[in-house]
């Protein structure tokens, strides 16, 4: 079995239920609260592991209460946790609020992510790496350290640009994998992408930058994957009734890269993210939601025998 590592945020989402916001300057009391891990570096660990991958993760978090918790979760999904720096102050959070009618706030607070340098990615670790994955919640620099370090060893990159934000154009060159849903593949290209022309014209344009493979995602309607090669892939979305979306795309790249690490061809390895993300889509919460491997190959076999 290949290995993953995901260079990446680990956050405490610290959600908080109320039946109406509070205007400024009131005080109101809550519904109650829940502390939930995520992330999207975290999350996307943790549905590489729960996917069947061989998985760790290099990251920080705080040496607050919340660091070791945060800890603990990961490495009870079975990711590797030995290269996670424990840093002095906070753990990157995310306050967030939702009221009853479902409609939500949020602060995020960087904390330990905003403070990963290069020097805390392990080359060993790269070294040993078969796929990396990357995403935008910890510094650029640091990003961009994996990208050009990664060129000279083998490993292979998955880079997903979430939050969306521009790039180097030398940077596009370093990544192996593109994984963007339509928002990402509008800022990075200028393109609106809507449907499957749309995505194929903006995946056009990132492997014209320099990447060797680009995925779009395009929720319910599904996936489109191109390669530098000419190679082309549409997969349709698995039909569910959408509980939460949340970590839906998390949930899509953290599978599809096991699948990837564990020798499963492209086309196959897409199906099974998208078995995945549909699995995610029709459970509620973040990391709550991300399936293990068993429900996934379940979901594939029950698909395979009604068509
Ligand atoms: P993100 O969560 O990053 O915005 P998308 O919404 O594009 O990403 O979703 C990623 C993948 O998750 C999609 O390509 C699809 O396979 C799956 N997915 C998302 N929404 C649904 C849905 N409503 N029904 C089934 N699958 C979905």
New binding site residues.
Partial sequence: MNRVLVVGSINMDLVNHVDEFPLPGETIHGRGVDYLPGGKGANQAVAAARAGGDVRMVGAVGDDTFGQQLLASLRNSGVGTESVAVKQGTSGLAFITVSGSGENQIILSAGSNGRLTPEDVPAERLASADWVLLQNEIPWAVNRHVLEQCRGLGAKVMY?P?PARPIEADAYPLIDVIVV????AETLTGIEVGNREDAEAAARELLRRGVRCVI????????LCLGGEGESFF?P????T?VD????????IGAFAAACANGTPSSEALRF??AA??L???RKGAQSSIPERGDIVRLLEADAAAN
């Fill in positions: 997903n979430a849903n339509e928002t990402e779009v995602t395009l929720g319910a309607k599904g996936s997969t979305a698995f039909s569910v959408p979306t949340t970590a839906a795309g998390d949930t899509f993210a998208s993300a549909a995610a889509v029709g």
